[in-house]
Nanobody, 115 residues
Framework: QVQLVDSGGDLVKPGGSLRLSCAAS????????MGWHRQPPGHQREWVAT???????NYRDSVKGRFTIARDNAKDTVYLQMSSLQLDDTAVYYC?????????WGQGTQVTVSS
């Protein structure tokens, strides 16, 4: 199994930046994909970005050019660097790892963009 702890959420003004972290532990050898989802208030959870162990990344259109997903294999941590934050980026952000074990989720971290 894989255990995840995500952190870094905060209150930020429009145009600001934040970096979310997802620290992983457990059986990481079988991980094939890592990433972030988010759940805006009153909406369903939506995919944000993914990264593979080899470094291939994908982003939802609305965050392309503003968000960057990265991983630090030595620290077993995945990051989501968010810049030029907009009001509709407000959400609870959840990291996930997927592989032969299924999918594991972090507990969520709140990002609020407000002036």
């Amino acid at each position: 199994q894989v255990q995840l702890v995500d952190s870094g959420g905060d209150l930020v003004k429009p145009g600001g930046s934040l970096r979310l972290s997802c620290a992983a532990s457990g059986s990481l050898d079988s991980v094939t994909i890592m990433g972030w989802h988010r759940q805006p208030p009153g909406h369903q959870r939506e995919w944000v970005a993914t990264i593979t162990p080899s470094g291939t990344t994908n982003y939802r259109d609305s965050v392309k050019g503003r968000f960057t997903i990265a991983r630090d294999n030595a620290k077993d941590t995945v990051y989501l660097q968010m810049s030029s934050l907009q009001l509709d980026d407000t959400a609870v952000y959840y990291c996930f790892f997927g592989g032969a074990f299924g999918i594991s989720w972090g507990q969520g971290t709140q990002v609020t963009v407000s002036s």
